[in-house]
Protein backbone atom coordinates (compact mmCIF):
# COMPACT_ATOMS: atom_id res chain seq x y z
CA UNK A 1 0.00 0.00 0.00
CA UNK A 2 2.48 2.44 1.33
CA UNK A 3 4.53 2.16 -2.32
CA UNK A 4 1.32 2.65 -4.54
CA UNK A 5 0.58 5.77 -2.77
CA UNK A 6 3.99 6.90 -3.33
CA UNK A 7 3.58 6.29 -6.62
CA UNK A 8 0.11 7.61 -7.13
CA UNK A 9 1.40 10.31 -5.30
CA UNK A 10 3.91 11.41 -7.89
CA UNK A 11 1.59 11.07 -11.02
CA UNK A 12 -0.78 13.20 -8.79
CA UNK A 13 2.23 15.67 -8.81
CA UNK A 14 2.28 15.80 -12.27
CA UNK A 15 -0.98 15.39 -13.81
CA UNK A 16 -3.47 16.00 -11.02
CA UNK A 17 -4.44 19.12 -12.60
CA UNK A 18 -5.76 17.34 -15.29
CA UNK A 19 -8.15 15.41 -12.83
CA UNK A 20 -11.49 16.61 -12.39
CA UNK A 21 -11.95 18.73 -9.28
CA UNK A 22 -13.83 16.09 -7.69
CA UNK A 23 -11.08 13.44 -8.53
CA UNK A 24 -8.60 15.60 -7.10
CA UNK A 25 -10.98 16.11 -3.77
CA UNK A 26 -11.07 12.22 -3.60
CA UNK A 27 -7.22 11.04 -4.33
CA UNK A 28 -6.21 13.95 -1.96
CA UNK A 29 -8.56 12.66 1.04
CA UNK A 30 -7.46 9.12 0.59
CA UNK A 31 -3.62 9.52 -0.20
CA UNK A 32 -2.47 12.83 1.13
CA UNK A 33 -4.68 12.59 4.24
CA UNK A 34 -4.62 9.40 4.73
CA UNK A 35 -8.59 9.21 5.53
CA UNK A 36 -10.17 5.41 5.08
CA UNK A 37 -12.61 5.03 2.38
CA UNK A 38 -15.54 4.97 4.35
CA UNK A 39 -13.85 8.34 5.70
CA UNK A 40 -13.88 9.54 2.36
CA UNK A 41 -17.31 8.15 1.28
CA UNK A 42 -18.83 10.45 4.55
CA UNK A 43 -16.91 13.53 3.42
CA UNK A 44 -18.00 13.17 0.12
CA UNK A 45 -21.71 12.05 0.32
CA UNK A 46 -21.35 8.96 -1.72
CA UNK A 47 -20.83 5.13 -0.95
CA UNK A 48 -17.85 3.59 -0.23
CA UNK A 49 -18.02 1.69 -3.56
CA UNK A 50 -18.54 4.57 -5.16
CA UNK A 51 -15.01 6.11 -3.60
CA UNK A 52 -13.55 2.76 -4.74
CA UNK A 53 -14.39 3.01 -8.19
CA UNK A 54 -13.45 6.68 -8.68
CA UNK A 55 -10.17 6.12 -6.75
CA UNK A 56 -9.36 3.44 -9.20
CA UNK A 57 -10.85 5.36 -12.17
CA UNK A 58 -8.67 8.31 -11.10
CA UNK A 59 -5.92 6.33 -10.79
CA UNK A 60 -5.76 4.24 -13.78
CA UNK A 61 -6.26 8.10 -15.77
CA UNK A 62 -2.88 9.40 -13.95
CA UNK A 63 -1.14 6.09 -15.04
CA UNK A 64 -2.77 6.78 -18.92
CA UNK A 65 -0.76 10.04 -18.97
CA UNK A 66 1.96 8.57 -17.73
CA UNK A 67 2.26 6.55 -20.55
CA UNK A 68 1.40 8.86 -23.01
CA UNK A 69 3.72 11.94 -21.62
CA UNK A 70 6.43 9.41 -19.77
CA UNK A 71 6.74 13.26 -17.00
CA UNK A 72 7.96 11.23 -13.89
CA UNK A 73 10.10 9.26 -16.18
CA UNK A 74 11.94 12.19 -17.43
CA UNK A 75 11.72 14.19 -13.99
CA UNK A 76 13.57 11.08 -12.71
CA UNK A 77 16.43 10.90 -15.56
CA UNK A 78 16.60 14.81 -14.97
CA UNK A 79 17.48 14.36 -11.44
CA UNK A 80 19.63 11.66 -11.82
CA UNK A 81 21.92 13.90 -14.49
CA UNK A 82 21.67 16.10 -11.33
CA UNK A 83 23.29 14.52 -8.89
CA UNK A 84 25.88 12.78 -11.45
CA UNK A 85 26.25 16.76 -11.96
CA UNK A 86 26.98 17.54 -8.50
CA UNK A 87 29.29 14.95 -8.20
CA UNK A 88 31.32 16.29 -10.55
CA UNK A 89 31.60 19.67 -9.31
CA UNK A 90 32.63 18.52 -5.30
CA UNK A 91 35.01 16.51 -7.46
CA UNK A 92 36.40 19.46 -9.58
CA UNK A 93 35.48 21.86 -6.25
CA UNK A 94 39.22 22.26 -5.97
CA UNK A 95 40.80 22.76 -9.15
CA UNK A 96 38.48 25.64 -10.21
CA UNK A 97 38.38 29.00 -9.46
CA UNK A 98 35.21 30.20 -6.97
CA UNK A 99 33.23 32.20 -9.40
CA UNK A 100 32.75 29.95 -12.03
CA UNK A 101 31.96 27.02 -9.05
CA UNK A 102 28.92 29.42 -7.72
CA UNK A 103 27.72 29.95 -11.05
CA UNK A 104 27.87 26.08 -11.40
CA UNK A 105 26.38 25.50 -8.40
CA UNK A 106 23.48 28.11 -9.02
CA UNK A 107 22.07 26.00 -12.36
CA UNK A 108 22.34 22.86 -10.32
CA UNK A 109 20.29 24.02 -8.05
CA UNK A 110 18.00 26.46 -11.09
CA UNK A 111 17.54 22.76 -12.36
CA UNK A 112 16.78 20.82 -9.18
CA UNK A 113 14.12 23.80 -7.80
CA UNK A 114 12.54 23.61 -11.54
CA UNK A 115 12.65 19.63 -12.07
CA UNK B 1 0.71 32.55 -39.56
CA UNK B 2 4.19 31.30 -38.97
CA UNK B 3 4.52 32.02 -35.32
CA UNK B 4 1.49 29.79 -34.73
CA UNK B 5 2.51 27.23 -36.92
CA UNK B 6 5.68 26.83 -34.87
CA UNK B 7 3.62 27.47 -31.53
CA UNK B 8 0.98 24.26 -32.52
CA UNK B 9 3.83 22.37 -33.71
CA UNK B 10 6.19 22.70 -30.46
CA UNK B 11 2.86 22.24 -28.23
CA UNK B 12 2.05 19.05 -31.18
CA UNK B 13 5.34 17.54 -29.58
CA UNK B 14 4.59 17.53 -26.47
CA UNK B 15 0.66 17.16 -25.98
CA UNK B 16 0.05 15.60 -29.74
CA UNK B 17 0.05 11.91 -27.78
CA UNK B 18 -3.40 13.57 -25.90
CA UNK B 19 -4.90 14.17 -28.95
CA UNK B 20 -7.37 11.45 -30.51
CA UNK B 21 -5.98 9.90 -34.12
CA UNK B 22 -8.43 11.96 -36.05
CA UNK B 23 -6.95 14.89 -34.43
CA UNK B 24 -3.47 14.11 -34.81
CA UNK B 25 -3.44 13.50 -38.71
CA UNK B 26 -5.47 16.61 -39.30
CA UNK B 27 -2.91 18.48 -37.40
CA UNK B 28 -0.09 17.07 -39.42
CA UNK B 29 -1.89 17.49 -42.65
CA UNK B 30 -2.08 20.91 -42.01
CA UNK B 31 0.51 22.32 -39.41
CA UNK B 32 3.56 19.92 -40.79
CA UNK B 33 2.98 18.84 -44.45
CA UNK B 34 1.42 22.57 -45.04
CA UNK B 35 -1.55 21.02 -46.88
CA UNK B 36 -4.78 23.81 -47.12
CA UNK B 37 -7.79 23.61 -45.53
CA UNK B 38 -9.25 22.51 -48.56
CA UNK B 39 -6.99 19.81 -49.31
CA UNK B 40 -6.92 18.80 -45.64
CA UNK B 41 -10.94 18.29 -46.04
CA UNK B 42 -10.27 15.88 -49.19
CA UNK B 43 -7.75 13.99 -47.59
CA UNK B 44 -10.06 13.19 -44.65
CA UNK B 45 -13.36 13.45 -46.65
CA UNK B 46 -15.09 16.27 -44.71
CA UNK B 47 -15.70 19.34 -45.14
CA UNK B 48 -13.64 22.93 -45.37
CA UNK B 49 -15.68 24.15 -42.38
CA UNK B 50 -15.65 20.29 -40.45
CA UNK B 51 -11.19 20.68 -40.65
CA UNK B 52 -10.97 24.58 -39.64
CA UNK B 53 -12.90 23.62 -36.76
CA UNK B 54 -11.53 20.54 -35.88
CA UNK B 55 -8.07 22.26 -36.05
CA UNK B 56 -9.46 25.34 -33.80
CA UNK B 57 -10.38 22.75 -30.74
CA UNK B 58 -7.07 20.94 -31.52
CA UNK B 59 -5.13 23.51 -30.96
CA UNK B 60 -7.18 24.70 -28.10
CA UNK B 61 -7.10 21.41 -26.00
CA UNK B 62 -2.69 21.71 -27.00
CA UNK B 63 -2.84 25.17 -25.16
CA UNK B 64 -5.24 23.93 -22.07
CA UNK B 65 -2.42 21.44 -21.60
CA UNK B 66 0.55 23.94 -21.93
CA UNK B 67 -1.85 25.78 -18.90
CA UNK B 68 -2.42 22.91 -16.73
CA UNK B 69 1.45 21.37 -17.17
CA UNK B 70 3.41 23.90 -18.27
CA UNK B 71 6.07 21.42 -19.91
CA UNK B 72 7.05 23.85 -23.38
CA UNK B 73 8.23 26.68 -20.77
CA UNK B 74 9.83 24.14 -18.56
CA UNK B 75 11.64 22.99 -21.62
CA UNK B 76 12.40 26.13 -22.34
CA UNK B 77 14.12 26.69 -18.93
CA UNK B 78 15.46 23.80 -18.66
CA UNK B 79 17.20 24.20 -21.94
CA UNK B 80 18.64 27.91 -20.43
CA UNK B 81 20.12 25.92 -18.10
CA UNK B 82 21.80 23.89 -20.07
CA UNK B 83 22.84 26.60 -22.20
CA UNK B 84 24.45 28.12 -19.10
CA UNK B 85 26.06 24.91 -18.29
CA UNK B 86 27.62 24.69 -21.07
CA UNK B 87 28.61 28.66 -21.43
CA UNK B 88 30.40 28.25 -17.52
CA UNK B 89 32.05 24.95 -18.91
CA UNK B 90 33.58 26.29 -21.69
CA UNK B 91 35.36 29.19 -19.36
CA UNK B 92 37.02 27.04 -17.02
CA UNK B 93 37.08 24.10 -19.88
CA UNK B 94 41.15 25.45 -19.55
CA UNK B 95 41.23 25.34 -15.23
CA UNK B 96 40.31 21.53 -15.32
CA UNK B 97 41.45 18.08 -16.02
CA UNK B 98 40.19 16.19 -19.35
CA UNK B 99 38.41 13.36 -17.41
CA UNK B 100 35.97 16.14 -15.53
CA UNK B 101 35.51 17.90 -18.30
CA UNK B 102 34.49 14.66 -20.27
CA UNK B 103 31.64 13.68 -17.98
CA UNK B 104 30.73 17.52 -17.64
CA UNK B 105 29.82 17.47 -21.31
CA UNK B 106 28.36 13.83 -21.63
CA UNK B 107 25.89 14.96 -18.94
CA UNK B 108 25.20 18.04 -20.57
CA UNK B 109 24.67 16.27 -23.57
CA UNK B 110 22.22 14.03 -21.74
CA UNK B 111 20.28 17.11 -20.21
CA UNK B 112 19.74 18.33 -23.99
CA UNK B 113 19.07 14.93 -25.55
CA UNK B 114 16.55 14.23 -23.00
CA UNK B 115 15.02 17.69 -22.77
Same mark, same amino acid.
Given at each position: ??????? !??? $???????????? %? %? =?? !?? +?????? $???????? =??? #?????????????? @? #?? /???? @? @? +?????????? %????????? !? !?????? /? #??? =??? /? @???? #?????????
Amino acid at each position: MLERTVR !VGI $LFDFYGELLTDR %Q %Q =EM !VR +LYFYHD $LSLGEVAE =ECE #ISRQAVYDNLQRAE @K #IL /EDYE @K @K +LGLVARYKYI %QQQVDDLTE !V !VDRIAQ /E #IGD =ESL /E @KLQQ #IIDNLSAEN
